[in-house]
């Protein structure tokens, strides 16, 4: 499982460095994102800009990366392929999930907020 995580601009920004999130990755995802979001912050960006297929198993990790942040953390989305997105839009996640076009959006997006 390849995720790389930096500080960015007050936010966590971890990238997918992986074609597919699918079941065979979709444990070592949970426990890889666990591990690099268990130092407390703010937001955490998910660059999915790599990530060509998510099926459920996917679409699951990424939901309980979700729900294992504190409460006054929020996931947010940025990068998704148009296979990817079209995921979350027929399971409507994109209601769930704020959804970025790219790292860069979405850091802006958050500044926008902070002042």
Same mark, same amino acid.
């Given at each position: 499982?390849? $995720?790389?995580?930096?500080?960015?601009?007050?936010?966590?920004?971890?990238?997918?460095?992986?074609?597919?999130?699918?079941?065979?990755?979709?444990?070592?995802?949970?426990? &890889? +994102?666990?591990?690099?979001?268990?130092?407390?912050?703010? &937001?955490?960006?998910?660059? +999915?800009?790599? %990530?060509?297929?998510?099926?459920?198993?996917?679409?699951?990790?990424?939901?309980? %990366?979700?729900?294992?942040? #504190?409460?006054?953390?929020?996931?947010? $989305?940025?990068?998704? #392929?148009?296979?990817?997105? *079209?995921?979350? *839009? $027929? #399971?409507?996640?994109?209601? %769930?999930?704020?959804?970025?076009?790219?790292?860069?959006?979405? $850091? *802006?997006?958050?500044?926008?907020?902070?002042?």
């Amino acid at each position: 499982m390849n $995720l790389y995580a930096e500080s960015r601009g007050g936010a966590l920004v971890v990238s997918v460095n992986e074609e597919r999130l699918d079941a065979a990755i979709a444990i070592r995802f949970k426990e &890889r +994102m666990r591990e690099v979001t268990s130092q407390p912050g703010g &937001r955490v960006v998910l660059d +999915m800009s790599q %990530v060509e297929f998510l099926d459920s198993s996917g679409l699951g990790a990424v939901v309980a %990366v979700m729900k294992s942040l #504190t409460p006054d953390r929020r996931l947010e $989305l940025a990068g998704l #392929t148009a296979n990817v997105e *079209r995921v979350f *839009r $027929l #399971t409507r996640m994109d209601s %769930v999930f704020v959804m970025h076009e790219n790292v860069e959006a979405a $850091l *802006r997006a958050g500044l926008r907020h902070v002042g």
